[in-house]
């Protein structure tokens, strides 16, 4: 497969720590200009309930992601039952979502957008290693299923992204 024929699906998590850590666009703008790119490409897309996550704050991010062109996938009847597999395959999985905290609302439907378009998850999350841990995340999730996964970096890196310093 061509690396411009796969496509990978956003997590929350990459863009709010990027925009406000490694990324700002103040530093590194380029970033999300490339961003934009490979969502006018259709190689990368996130859904609809990662994109409420951030536009709920009113503030740059939320702004800047408003006038992306980014593609927001809204559910269907496929990513409702990839969502039923996702649940059926382990009952750990009902940890993927912090109800308690009212975080992490997006991480079972950026798994299933990704399973139903057949992308890469992109995201933040570590896996969780700890055999007695309660905690699940994303990569442990995507593993059960079969789905790839990358952090930010690994996922720079496959497309051949480089960014140039200079100084203002």
């Given at each position: 497969m061509n690396i411009h024929d796969k496509k990978y699906c956003l997590d929350t998590n990459v863009l709010i720590q990027a925009w406000q850590k490694y990324y700002s666009p103040d530093i590194c703008p380029s970033y999300w200009v490339i961003l934009n790119s490979l969502g006018v490409d259709n190689i990368i897309f996130m859904p609809e309930q990662?994109?409420?996550?951030?536009?709920?704050?009113?503030?740059?991010?939320?702004?800047?992601?408003?006038s992306s062109q980014i593609p927001v996938k809204k559910m269907d009847e496929q990513v409702i039952e990839c969502?039923?597999?996702?649940?059926d395959a382990d009952p750990n999985h009902k940890y993927l979502v912090d109800n308690t905290k009212q975080r992490s609302l997006a991480d079972p439907w950026v798994i299933a957008h990704a399973m139903r378009e057949n992308a890469t998850v992109v995201t933040k999350e570590e896996?969780?290693?700890a055999v007695n841990s309660r905690k699940i995340r994303i990569p442990n999730v995507c593993e059960k299923m079969n789905v790839s996964w990358l952090n930010d970096f690994q996922f720079l890196m496959e497309l051949g992204v480089e960014f140039i310093c200079r100084r203002g």
């Open positions: 990662v994109y409420e996550e951030i536009v709920r704050t009113d503030d740059d991010l939320s702004k800047w992601l408003k969502l039923k597999d996702i649940y896996k969780i290693t």
